[in-house]
């Protein structure tokens, strides 16, 4: 759908969305990058492709619906062939009692597509309006499984790769091949499972695929070991790698559209003893960064985060194991603070997601680009915020340090078990004392755990022992054991917890909570079989836990004192400071997540 840039400007001024003034510099871009307003307002978060779809919506009359793939039938999808839906990107998602059909499109001004639809399906058609990106979405459900695709494409070239054995056809690598097809199948259904990570790995009799949902691998297929090299020279194809190169890992990276999204795959291969192992990291170039709420900070880490960001200058750093979110957090940190007004400049390893207006750079140890060299070179470039990947080395680290003293605002990101440990560590990377006390304006420890699924989870009352299991872990949560209960109830409920995820289907409630042991009533866990929509697993989409620990005056006083983590950590509860498993335990208590998962990620504590 094309709105034009006139009704464009018009909707979102009548909306108060933004003024004339502000879309001033977006016409200008808009001339430079040859993209048409609506693309570039998208772009830069001025509003949501729904909100927008929603306003125009409005001005032209006609129904929006927001739809839910899993709720559509198939006998009702397929009364529409998959080509025209495809050619006219429209969904037939419901047929009434009186036989009128409900039908979805992105552009339900296309007379040609309305007038070739009320030949093949009738004249009594119900028509509504929905975003690219659902109808999209909602397409791909006339794809089966992914076992079923997979096993049309490889049965087309069984018997010629049984005889060809390791050798890899020119025919193979062709982009209309069966393996290019098993390769895009492959990517396709991580997509729409969620996946982060793609595992294709060789074993004795077959090639195994699995996908990591939500933090945990899963089972996805077996492949036959025959397309093994093909597969694998296919991937080191898209990724401009060595294919005759089978005994040295190697890295590298390239894009694909999927649906109305683009995404980029980080590759890695391997070589193992059954053949080449390889993981790709699917990043979306496509999403928007989540707000501080929407990631799980509330109350007073979120008060503290948001005073960190706001100082001119200093120091905010980061701290957790790979995978627990991290840059996800600096992500939606820096799109907060990304102004035209404001230079942002990173120094990542590897870039992730991409910041629009920001400047980032890729450490490049092989040409002498590295964290240290790479954020010598920032500081000439006359930044205003500053982001390191990561601190690893002493170098590094003072530069942050000096960066941050001489008007900087300096992000970056450490390998520690919690937010307290963070401070001595950049002791031992001797940096003084002082320079820490007077740079640092907080530090955030987080972990990742999965979500409950709305849809299936259900509640239950614990016995005594679980009772007395959980007094017996949570009573060392904060220093002051669960003495602080009723202030964190408190905080809870001004957080905005107690008002989600307390029913079936995400249905509301503002019942008070209990954080003592011996009070709690009702705990949630994860179904045993799951349902459909969480892949029958339980658990659907991930929410961080955190632990912000300010750099208050006492606090600064330890670090000038060399006060250990353990003292660091007992000052920080004592005035505040809600600790990740403290977080956490709530978040459980709201039914967001288990108490088994808050155990999982942060048992190493």
């Known amino acids: 759908m094309r709105i034009s840039d006139s009704l464009v400007e018009k909707l979102l001024i009548d909306a108060g969305k933004t ?5 001033k510099p977006l016409r200008e871009q808009e001339k430079s990058e040859k993209q048409n307003l609506q693309q570039i307002v998208i772009a830069n978060n001025v509003v949501t492709e729904k909100d927008l779809t929603k306003l125009y919506a409005k001005e032209i009359d006609v129904p929006f619906i927001e739809l839910n793939p899993k709720e559509i039938k198939r006998e009702v999808l397929t009364l529409i062939p998959e080509r025209v839906a495809r050619q006219y990107k429209v969904v037939l998602f419901g047929v009434k009692e009186d036989g009128s059909k409900l039908i979805a499109m992105e552009d339900p001004d296309d007379i040609q597509a309305i007038s070739f639809l009320q030949k093949q399906l009738g004249t009594n058609l119900k028509v509504h309006i929905a975003s690219a990106s659902e109808i999209e979405t909602a397409l791909d459900q006339y794809r089966g499984n992914v076992s079923n695709e997979l096993t049309k494409v490889l049965t087309t070239e069984e018997g010629e790769a049984e005889e060809a054995g390791e050798e890899i056809d020119e025919e193979d690598l062709a982009e209309d091949s069966p393996i290019a097809q098993t390769v895009n199948l492959v990517i396709e259904y991580a997509i729409k499972a969620g996946a982060s990570d793609i595992h294709i790995e060789p074993r004795e009799n077959h090639v195994l695929v699995r996908y990591r949902v939500d933090g945990v691998l899963r089972e ?16 080191k194809i898209l990724s401009n790698l060595k294919i005759d190169e089978r005994r040295a890992p190697q890295d590298g990276r390239f894009k694909i559209q999927v649906g109305s999204g683009v995404f980029a795959l980080r590759v890695s291969t391997l070589p193992i003893t059954e053949g080449e192992k390889v993981v790709m990291r699917i990043l979306s170039e496509s999403s928007k960064p989540a707000t501080l709420e929407e990631l799980g900070y509330w109350g007073p880490s979120l008060k503290t985060i948001n005073s960190a960001i706001t100082q001119p200058h200093g120091m905010i750093l980061v701290t957790g194991p790979t995978g627990s979110g991290k840059s996800t957090s600096l992500f939606s940190t820096l799109s907060l603070l990304n102004r035209p007004s404001v230079n942002i400049s990173t120094i990542e390893d590897p870039v992730e997601y991409k910041i629009n207006g920001a400047n980032q750079t890729q450490v490049n140890p092989k040409a002498g680009m590295t964290f240290a060299a790479g954020l010598r070179a920032l500081l000439r470039q006359d930044p205003n915020i500053i982001m390191v990947g990561e601190i690893r080395d002493t170098e590094t680290a003072g530069l942050g340090v000096q960066a941050a003293l001489t008007g900087h605002l300096v992000f970056a990101t450490l390998h520690t078990n919690n937010a307290a440990t963070c401070l001595p560590r950049l002791l031992d990377m001797s940096i003084e004392p002082f320079l820490i006390a007077s740079t640092v ?75 003592e042991p011996s009070k709690i009533i009702r705990l949630w866990r994860a179904h045993k079989n799951g349902c459909e929509a969480c892949g029958h697993t339980g658990y ?66």
């Open 19 to 23: 003024t004339a003034t502000q879309l």
């Open 220 to 235: 996805a297929n077996k492949l036959p070991k025959k397309v093994l090299s093909p597969l694998v020279s296919r991937i």
């Open 441 to 515: 304006r907080a530090v955030v420890g987080q972990r990742l755990v999965r979500r409950l699924c709305v849809d299936c989870r259900e509640s239950y009352t614990p016995d005594s022992v679980e009772l007395k299991e959980i007094g017996e872990i949570f009573s060392t949560a904060d220093a002051d054991g669960m003495k602080k209960v009723h202030e964190l109830e408190k905080l809870a409920l001004e957080g905005g917890i107690g008002k989600a995820n307390s029913g079936k289907k995400g249905s509301d409630s503002t019942e008070k909570l209990s954080t």
């Open 540 to 605: 659907k989409g991930r929410v961080g836990i955190y632990e912000v620990l300010p750099n208050s005056e006492e606090i600064q006083k330890l670090i000038v004192g060399s006060g250990t983590s353990e003292q660091i950590q007992e000052k920080a509860t004592s005035e505040g400071m809600v600790t990740m498993q403290v977080d956490g335990f709530i978040k459980a208590l709201r039914g967001q997540t288990s108490i088994e998962e808050i155990l999982r990620v942060t048992s190493d504590k």
